[in-house]
Structure formats: structure tokens, C-alpha cells
Nanobody, 126 residues
Framework: QVQLVESGGGLVQAGGSLRLSCAAAGRTFRSQSLAWFRQAPGKEREFVAAINWWSGGSTYYQDSVKGRFTISRDNAKNSVYLQMNSLKPEDTAVYYC??????????????????WGQGTQVTVSS
């Protein structure tokens, strides 16, 4: 089992940056693929980015965040990060960290992830 706790959300102006962190507890962390999802009010939860189990491993991003967001992980610290630059008002959402057993191809659907954090609010003002 994996327990996930997000932090780093907040209020930022458009064009600004935030770095989200997700701390994980559990012996199976290093075998997990990790992902960030987000959910805006009245909308479905959507995929943002994912990274495979090895540090520096393969990554995949939603088209709207490519070139602006970077996902990374530090297995020694049992943590995954989301560096968000050039933020836009449409990035406003609750951001969730999620994990699932590692697979060769990264997964992008929320139902394919087993463990979730409680979420952290990101608000981008125009």
C-alpha cells in the first residue's frame, strides 16, 4: 500500500510558477508509476503528467502543459514533484498525486491508478 500527501499549492499570478510535492509512504514506492491529475470545479478529473518508476525515467504530459510543466521523482526521498511554469488561469484546479504499479506504458486514466493523495489547491489569477 502507498500513502500520498501533496503540498505546495497556493495562489499565483498568471505567468508565475509553483512547485508541487508529493510525499509517499510505503515499501512499494519504488515499483510505482506516479502521476499528477487535476480537477477544476464542475469538471472531470484530468491527467496532467506521469513518470515511470526509476528516477529520470520516461515521462508523459497532457498536451496543454507540455513545455510548461515538468514531472520528476526522487526515489531516495520517496517523493514526486510537479514544477509548473508560465501558469495560466485555466490551470486553476485541485491537483492530485496518484500511483499505480509500474507498467511499460504510462497510464493516463484516473481509474487506472490505485492510490491517491488528498489534493492541493492551485489558483492562478489573471
Amino acid at each position: 500500500q502507498v500513502q500520498l500527501v501533496e503540498s505546495g499549492g497556493g495562489l499565483v499570478q498568471a505567468g508565475g510558477s509553483l512547485r508541487l510535492s508529493c510525499a509517499a509512504a510505503g515499501r512499494t514506492f519504488r515499483s510505482q508509476s506516479l502521476a499528477w491529475f487535476r480537477q477544476a470545479p464542475g469538471k472531470e478529473r484530468e491527467f496532467v503528467a506521469a513518470i515511470n518508476w526509476w528516477s529520470g525515467g520516461s515521462t508523459y504530459y497532457q498536451d496543454s502543459v507540455k513545455g510548461r510543466f515538468t514531472i520528476s521523482r526522487d526515489n531516495a526521498k520517496n517523493s514526486v514533484y510537479l514544477q509548473m511554469n508560465s501558469l495560466k488561469p485555466e490551470d486553476t484546479a485541485v491537483y492530485y498525486c496518484a500511483s499505480r504499479p509500474n507498467t511499460p506504458l504510462l497510464r493516463t486514466r484516473a481509474r487506472e491508478y490505485d492510490y491517491w493523495g488528498q489534493g492541493t489547491q492551485v489558483t492562478v489569477s489573471s
